[in-house]
């Protein structure tokens, strides 16, 4: 099956800071999304973005299909930011949603 | 609109007995899912209902299951419980679309279920 594989496991850094999460994964596919989950367990979707670049506020992904990876960035990073973040794909021609290992972020104030 | 709302929120369970988690979806979502999240495995996908149908299953055994009513609410049920099933459950509901399912998902709050 395909393999979603998201860098870095674990991110620390200080309120203010910038960050740059990565998603590889290993076939073509249908779509992609940037979840993150809250400490309550709480997954809110943050993009669904298969290709280019969309923002958001603070956050904005880019996906590249032709190179097999995605792309979150988190600007000026609040604590509030902290979680794990999820990338999940659907490989084409396939139903199932595969979601990676997640990166999870700490911002210290 | 509201959101996906899952009942129970925490559920207490002992090996050998069976239970049945409930999902409502967003008003007007047609698809409902199902995945399995625990700190070894990560999220795993278990099914897909839409429209009353299963559309997709998870590699997972025959002990869990799960059907969707007419108004879209659906249910999971598990049963003959293991220490392994501990999780938390999330339900994610899609938007209709004409031609193929819109793969943006909304996903409820989890039930928490402990199996001692």
């Known amino acids: 099956g395909i393999q979603v594989e998201q860098s870095p496991p674990d991110l620390i850094l200080q309120e203010g800071a910038n960050s740059t999460l990565r998603c590889n994964f290993s076939d073509s596919v249908n779509n992609l999304q940037w979840f993150h989950q809250n400490p309550w367990g709480q997954l809110i979707n943050l993009f669904y973005i298969p290709s280019g670049t969309k923002q958001n506020g603070r956050l904005s992904a880019t996906t590249v299909a032709t190179e097999r990876y995605s792309l979150l960035y988190i600007s000026s990073s609040q604590t509030t930011d902290s979680g794990v973040y999820f990338c999940a794909v659907e490989r084409s021609g396939d139903d199932k949603i595969i979601f990676g290992k997640g990166t999870r972020l700490h911002i210290l104030p | 609109k509201a959101g996906v709302t899952q009942t129970p929120r925490y559920l207490i369970k002992t090996r050998g007995q069976q239970v049945t988690l409930s999902c409502s979806p967003i008003?007007?979502?047609?698809?409902v899912s199902w995945y399995q999240q625990t700190p070894g495995q990560g999220l795993q996908f278990l099914f897909e209902y839409f429209s009353e149908t299963q559309r997709n299953k998870g590699n997972f055994p025959g002990r869990f299951s799960g059907r969707q009513f007419s108004n879209s609410r659906s249910e999971m049920n598990v049963s003959t419980l293991e220490l392994g099933d501990s999780a938390l459950y999330l339900c994610?509901?899609?938007?209709?679309?004409?031609?193929?399912?819109?793969?943006?998902?909304?996903f409820g709050p989890g039930t928490r279920l402990t199996v001692l």
């Open positions: 008003s007007g979502h047609r698809s």
């Open positions: 994610a509901s899609s938007p209709e679309m004409v031609l193929a399912r819109t793969p943006e998902q909304f």
